[in-house]
């Protein structure tokens, strides 16, 4: 599987790149798996296991409905977030699956989709068992939820990163850095000529400032809801239209003040309130941290001097080679390592990215990934009501600042520093890898056990 900047930063729905976005894409590659076989059209029945994280807070991550749309024949990127409450509506209704959006066959959500909320599957924490029954026999595939919406088989899981196309390899930070001292380039610069091998410099620049407008278009529909609440019921208060009319009436405008973070506040709240009621978002690396990459980009464009296409463009690709890093050598899964693997991703990525339009080298660029990262090491992820709502949306804000201020700390040193990000990676990863289940997407452990539902 190549693994590309592209790959990190892709359009879909909320709530959940892993538990909405991933089962989506999963069930319409079984779809696809069956056409390429020539099986569709003897398609009798299907039915969907959903276990582990999957099974636990797959209601409220809307986990079930993104399989009927699947096996429906929608991707998350087309898909009109307005559609899916309808079509899930009618096959619930009429009890009829419209598979591949080719031909309809009988459907049961009651008894042909299951959550197994106390079962995993042996490859990951997000598992999936989908079957078709064809001329009488049974044909049964397992896809695994990765995180930011990658899915595999359990095959797939071991196989390496496709590498041989990269004109700059790289494993590590260290590695990374090694190259862009070599070669004289920043990691922009690097991320850029491995990219050319898979499309052209003018078709990355289009799809990166594509990401970007997407981005802004999800701070605006945020900005802009007139719905007071959230939906699950949670009671969850929208925040962000009241605060950006507050921030516009009271003219907030003073470059490098603490004003300044009113307005990254309001950009994350905006993105993430989108992200808890299913609109349309960029996984970034992953949903539940969507809000982070575009809050700090929206800093940027307003208030860092210069900050134009350009800037957009070389803060995306720096960004994508420190979420590379993070997928190669840890995770971004929040079922598999916590919130630390979401949000302290996105933290370390934007503080990446900033700290290369201010002006950092690739060693600041790198410590500021460090300190971005560094601190939200063993950050659990705990949604009250399997809802990604509480504490998701104003730890994506916090997270923003904090993302800024590391940014701008590494830029007052030269780049070097005690820990490496490299070091800070795989303390992540054995963080995650001791952290007890329940505190790993699904809900059982923490906040989720501790603050009252209703």
């Given amino acids: 599987m190549a693994l590309g900047v592209l790959d990190l930063f892709s359009i879909g729905i909320g709530p959940s790149s892993s538990h909405t976005v991933g089962p989506m894409r999963a069930a319409l590659r079984f779809v696809a798996e069956l056409d390429a076989d020539d099986l569709l059209e003897k398609v009798a029945r299907v039915k969907v296991g959903l276990y582990g994280s999957l099974g636990a807070t ?19 990127e087309s898909l009109d977030p307005d559609e899916l409450a309808p079509l899930v509506a009618k096959v619930r209704t009429d009890r009829k699956l419209n598979l591949g959006g080719l031909r309809s066959i009988d459907f049961d959500p009651d008894t042909d989709l299951t959550l197994h909320v106390r079962q995993s599957l042996p490859g990951h924490p997000n598992g999936m068992r989908l079957s078709a029954e064809v001329d009488g026999a049974v044909i049964e595939r397992e896809y695994y939820s990765v995180g930011g919406g990658f899915v595999v088989t359990e095959d797939e899981m071991g196989e390496k990163a496709d590498v041989s196309h990269d004109r700059f390899h790289f494993d590590s930070a260290d590695e990374l850095l090694d190259l862009c001292r070599e070669n004289r380039l920043s990691i922009a610069e690097l991320m850029a000529a491995n990219e050319a091998v898979r499309q052209s410099d003018v078709e990355l620049r289009r799809q990166l400032l594509e990401i970007w407008a997407v981005m802004q278009e999800c701070v605006d529909n945020g900005c802009s809801r007139t719905q007071t609440q959230l939906p699950g019921g949670l009671k969850v208060r929208r925040r962000a239209p009241e605060l950006r009319a507050t921030l516009e009436a009271a003219e907030y405008r003073a470059t490098g003040s603490l004003d300044a973070l009113e307005w990254v506040n309001l950009f994350a709240l905006a993105v993430n309130e989108e992200n808890a009621s299913g609109g349309r978002i960029v ?9 982070i ?9 307003k208030f860092v001097e210069g900050a134009d296409d350009d800037a957009i463009v070389k803060f995306l690709l720096t960004a994508g080679a420190i979420g590379i890093l993070f997928k190669r050598n840890a995770s971004i899964s929040g079922a598999e390592v916590g919130c630390q693997g979401e949000v302290g991703s996105a933290c370390a990525m934007a503080a990446a990215g900033l700290c290369a339009i201010l002006g950092g080298s690739p060693e600041q660029v790198e410590n500021a990934a460090e300190i971005g990262l560094e601190h939200n090491l063993g950050l659990t992820c705990d949604p009250v009501g399997g809802l990604v709502q509480v504490p998701c949306i104003e730890r994506n804000a916090i997270a923003s600042v904090k993302a800024i201020n590391a940014a701008r700390l590494s830029m007052h040193g030269d780049g070097s520093h005690r820990v490496s990000l490299d070091q800070a990676i795989e303390t992540m990863r054995q963080t995650g890898a001791d952290m007890k289940s329940k505190y790993k997407e699904t809900s059982r452990g923490g906040l989720a056990v501790n603050v009252i539902e209703c």
């Fill in 58 to 76: 797959g209601i409220g991550h809307g986990s079930d409905s993104a399989v009927l749309a699947g096996l429906s024949g929608h991707a998350p």
């Fill in 283 to 291: 996984t970034a690396p992953t949903n539940g941290a969507a809000g």
């Fill in 293 to 301: 990459i575009p809050a700090v980009l929206h800093y940027m464009v």
